[in-house]
């Protein structure tokens, strides 16, 4: 095997270089190099230029991607938010609340009492039942929704700081 005695370009160390080499990394100062042959004579060209360049190219790539997972996300996000929250009576949705289920919780038990005690037992029962049911169905919903909110925010910010520290 031929070896032709190079210089590293950056450095000047001595690189012992094989014949068909095109691209190395000089072992002393670690810049890397690429083998230039013109006619008979042979020399080493620091290749950090193009290296940077293609790591900004990289760097352009993994941030367009990023942003694209974000709209992807966001877009995700958008749609199960709106399949976590709750339908009124007009048709439209909103955000379950913890504190509106302790409310409508609060609000069947007094109706309850106040039924059972100045109406009938029977009514006043299936008022407290009603009233408590719907309560525990909308804290179970707020919490689902809460849940799926925190891991969002949580995955959006992860991106975000991605994102910032491409730029
Ligand atoms: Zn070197």
């Given at each position: 095997?031929?070896?032709?005695?190079?210089?590293?370009?950056?450095?000047?160390?001595?690189l012992?270089?094989?014949?068909?080499?095109?691209?190395?990394?000089?072992q002393f100062c670690h810049t890397q190099l690429?083998?230039?042959?013109?006619?008979?004579?042979?020399?080493?060209?620091?290749?950090?230029?193009?290296?940077?360049?293609?790591?900004?190219?990289?760097?352009?790539?993994?941030?367009l991607e990023l942003?694209?997972?974000?709209?992807?996300?966001?877009?995700?996000?958008?749609?199960?938010?709106?399949?976590?929250?709750?339908r009124n009576k007009h048709g439209g949705t909103y955000e379950p609340s913890a504190a509106l289920a302790v409310f409508v919780i609060a609000v069947g038990i007094v109706m309850g009492v106040g039924m059972g005690t100045y109406f009938s037992p029977l009514f006043g029962f299936l008022a407290l039942v009603v009233g408590v049911a719907s309560g525990i169905h909308q804290l179970m919903a707020a919490s689902a929704f809460d849940a799926a909110s925190?891991?969002?925010?949580?995955?959006?910010?992860?991106?975000?700081?991605?994102?910032?520290?491409?730029?």
């Open positions: 095997m031929t070896t032709l005695p190079l210089n590293c370009n950056n450095c000047g160390a001595p012992p270089v094989p014949e068909s080499t095109r691209y190395l990394t000089c690429e083998v230039v042959r013109d006619g008979n004579a042979a020399f080493t060209k620091v290749l950090d230029a193009l290296q940077e360049r293609t790591e900004q190219i990289s760097a352009d790539v993994r941030r942003k694209n997972e974000l709209l992807t996300l966001e877009h995700n996000w958008d749609r199960e938010s709106e399949r976590l929250k709750l925190k891991r969002y925010q949580q995955r959006k910010q992860q991106l975000q700081r991605e994102i910032n520290e491409l730029t």
